[in-house]
T-cell receptor
Framework: DTAVSQTPKYLVTQMGNDKSIKCEQNLGHDTMYWYKQDSKKFLKIMFSYNNKELIINETVPNRFSPKSPDKAHLNLHINSLELGDSAVYFC????????????FGEGSRLTVL | DQQVKQNSPSLSVQEGRISILNCDYTNSMFDYFLWYKKYPAEGPTFLISISSIKDKNEDGRFTVFLNKSAKHLSLHIVPSQPGDSAVYFCAAISNSGYALNFGKGTSLLVTP
């Protein structure tokens, strides 16, 4: 049973399209995150939700919109995709908002052509 | 502005020897540090952590050392095994922070 699962694992799309990545955790954690790993390999926080409430929103273009229907799910919707959005997006969860140990999903590799 | 730095992108070590991975940080408010291990096509997995009130934490073959005055930590793996070949990320957080700050990672290759 995968603790943090995200779909799709691979996504290839054209510039200008809209796409979504879904994430689910079955750990009973209160807090979920989206991290982006770009071509330089840095893992950067994008968003964090605690019990469906947004608590972190880093400097991310507003084309990126997270949605948390319940505390076990955190989806990422991206509008008007650009070449620079190509990256691996990791979903993660932690027991509470004081992020210590994170549990990561396998990552979703997005390629924008 | 990268607050956690891993200046060695890669490291190669022979099986059985010690692997030492280094990490520096700039934010003096960081008080909890973690190491994550990542295999290709997988997400990072937690390996070991240390609180700023300690200077050493050991778990089996893995030991993390923290030097607060130098803002430096290191991960020692002894003895190294081929299965340890992975990318290792250093991460840090302050007690008022809500997200881990990650370094760029160091790719470790353990050769037989």
């Amino acid at each position: 049973d995968t603790a943090v699962s995200q779909t799709p694992k691979y996504l290839v799309t054209q510039m200008g399209n809209d796409k979504s990545i879904k994430c689910e955790q079955n750990l009973g954690h209160d807090t979920m995150y989206w991290y982006k790993q770009d071509s330089k390999k840095f893992l950067k926080i994008m968003f964090s939700y605690n019990n469906k409430e947004l608590i972190i929103n880093e400097t991310v273009p507003n084309r990126f919109s997270p949605k948390s229907p319940d505390k076990a799910h955190l989806n990422l919707h991206i509008n008007s995709l650009e070449l620079g959005d190509s990256a691996v997006y990791f979903c993660a969860s932690s027991q509470n908002r004081l992020a210590g140990e994170l549990f990561f999903g396998e990552g979703s590799r997005l390629t924008v052509l | 502005d990268q607050q956690v730095k891993q200046n060695s992108p890669s490291l190669s070590v022979q099986e059985g020897r010690i692997s030492i991975l280094n990490c520096d940080y700039t934010n003096s408010m960081f008080d909890y540090f973690l190491w994550y291990k990542k295999y290709p096509a997988e997400g990072p997995t937690f390996l070991i952590s240390i609180s700023s009130i300690k200077d050493k934490n050991e778990d089996g073959r893995f030991t993390v050392f923290l030097n607060k005055s130098a803002k430096h930590l290191s991960l020692h793996i002894v003895p190294s095994q081929p299965g340890d070949s992975a990318v290792y990320f250093c991460a840090a957080i302050s007690n008022s922070g809500y997200a881990l700050n990650f370094g760029k990672g160091t790719s470790l290759l353990v050769t037989p």
